[in-house]
C-alpha cells in the first residue's frame, strides 16, 4: 500500500461506523471513539501510521469494499468489520469476508511497538478554566514519593500498624514512669526502622551494638519520620491512617534528642536545586497541572484526558525526566483542591439558587430558635442564611490552604516547645497552643470575613483547650469536610437520575414530595438549618457558634441522617455513609 493509498484510508475512515455486534466507532481524525451497543462502555483510542499501514492498537485497518476490516488475526477472514453508520450488518451491508490482494498473500500483523508513544496535538483549545500557579504555594507543595522514598513509606507504615507507642505512653500520668517508658519505647521503634530499612543487615546490627551514639540509626529514623509526613500532607484525607501516633513518636523523638526536624521537600526546593523556576512561566503548566473537571460528553471528556496527558509528556520531554516529579506534586495538590474545596463552592451555589436572605416562604425559612428541634442557637432567616455562607466559605478557604496549615501545624507540634500533658474532659491529651497555627487560622478568618462582608456568630478559635488539645486536632477535623459535603451533592443530583431510570421510584418520590425540586429544596433547607443550628457538643464551649462548633454540628447533623424524612432519597441515590463517599 503506497503513501497516496494510505492516505485516502485515513480519509474513508472519517465518520461512524458500527460493528456486526452493534458496537458504535467514530473516528474523528486520528481519534476512534469506542462505545458499545448498550452505551455502557466508552473509550477512546488512536489510528497511528507504522510505514505505510494505520493501525489501531497495534493492529491492521483495510478497506474492503464499502466497510472496513480491523483483524485481529493473521488468518483471512477472521477479525471485525465495520460498517457504515448510515447502515448494519443486516440489512444493507451485510457481513463480507476478507479475502486477501494478489499482493498480500502472506499478510502479517503490525504490532505497535509502544503504545505509549501515541502523541496528540496539544494546540487545541482547552475548554474547562486553568488553575493559575501559585509561586508562594510551592512553598509548601510537598514533593511527590519516588519509587525509593514508598520503600521506606511501607517500613515506617508498617511499624506504625504493629506499635503500640501511643497505648502505652500516653497512657499513663505525666512523670518520671511515663518518660522512662517513652525513652524505651522510642529506642525500640528507632532499632527496628534501621533494620527493616537498611539494605544490608550485617551493617545494621553492627551499628545497633553503639546505638545511642550511632548517627545511622538517627539518620534513617529522621529520614523515614520525613517521607511518612510528606505522604501525609500530599493526601490529608487518605494518607496513614496511624499518622496521629507517628506525629507523637516524631514530637518525643525530636524532644528527647535535641534536634530540629528535618524540613518537608517541597515543589520549591526541587525546582531551585535544579534551576528550573523559570519552566513555570511555560503556559503548558496550567494544562499540565489542572485537574480535568466531570464532563458528561464521554468525547469531551477523553480529549481533555488525552490533551492533558500529551501536555505532560512534551514537558517532560523538554525540560527532562526530573520535572516529572514536579508537575505530578503540582498536578497532586490542585487535585486536593478539586476534590474537597470545589464541592464547597457547588454546595454555596445552591444555597443562593434555593434561598434568598430578602424573599421568604414557609418552604424556605432558614429560621431557627434555640431549645427547637434541637438547635443550641437563635437566628432569623437572613440570619442564618449568611451564617451558613460564611461557614462554607471558612471551609472552603481552610481546604485551598490545607498544605500550608499541616505545614505550619507540624513546625508548632515539632518545635520541641513542651506541651502539657493532662486530662481534657476527653481523656489524656498532649495539650499545646500551637501559635503559628493558630495565625495562620486567623489569617485566613479574616480573608473569609473580607470576602462574605457581613460576620454573623462568634469568632472564637478554639486551639490549645479542653475542646481542640493540639493543632492536630484542629486540623485532622477539616480534611473530613469533603465527606459530609459529596454526599449530599450526590443525592441532590443522583434524585433526577433515580427518577428518569426507575418510574416506580419516581412515583413514590412525587407522591410524598411533589417534585424533583421539593424534594432537593428540602433536603438541602434541613441541611442548612440543623447541619449550622450549634447543636452537637455537650455544652456551649464544646458547640454553639464558633469556628470549631460550626463544624460539629455539621456532623450532628449526619448522625442523625436516619431519622430524617428524605432517608430513603439518600439510599436510593446509591448513599452508603459518611465515611464512603
Known sequence: MG??????LLEKLQGEWRDVKGNT?????TDVHFSNSSGSKNQLYAIRKVGTSWMLNGVKLKSVGGTILWSSSPTPGGGTTWYPEKGTATDEHPPKRWQPEEDETNYQLEKLTDVESIMVDTSPTVDYPLLKLSYDSLSHTPLRLTEQDRRGLRVIKAAMLQSDYTDVVD????????QKQKVKALKHIMSGLHVAHCKKLERALVSLQNREESDDLLHTTTRLLEIARRYKIASPN???EDYGKLLYVAQDFYEM????PERIKTVKDA???LGMTKMLEDK???VATTPVPRIRDIRQLNRALKNKSATQKELFRQYGSKVEQIIYSIDDRNVFIEQNAIPINEMIELCKKYFDPRRVTEDTSLAITEGVEGSRISHEHESQYYYVLQSLAFWKNILQEMSWLWVVMETDMLSGSPYEFRETGQGLNRVHNCPDLFNAVSSILDKTKAEVGTWVGSSRIHMGDNQVPNGLHFIDKYTQVSKIIRPILSTIHGISRVCDSDPVQRDVMLEQWGSVSNLQLAILRDFFRHGFDGSGGNNNDDAGSCIDGRL???WNWCSQLRNKPFYSAFLLSGFTSFDRT
Request: proline share 11%; hydrophobic share 25%.
Open 238 to 240: 487518605t494518607g496513614m
Open 25 to 29: 466507532w467514530g473516528v474523528e481524525d
Open 3 to 8: 503513501a497516496d493509498s494510505s492516505d485516502k
Open 284 to 286: 503548558r503548566i496550567p
Open 257 to 260: 534528642h535535641d534536634d530540629p
Open 271 to 273: 525546582l531551585e536545586e
Open 171 to 178: 497512657s499513663q500520668p505525666d512523670g518520671p514512669a511515663r
Open 552 to 554: 460539629t454540628s455539621a
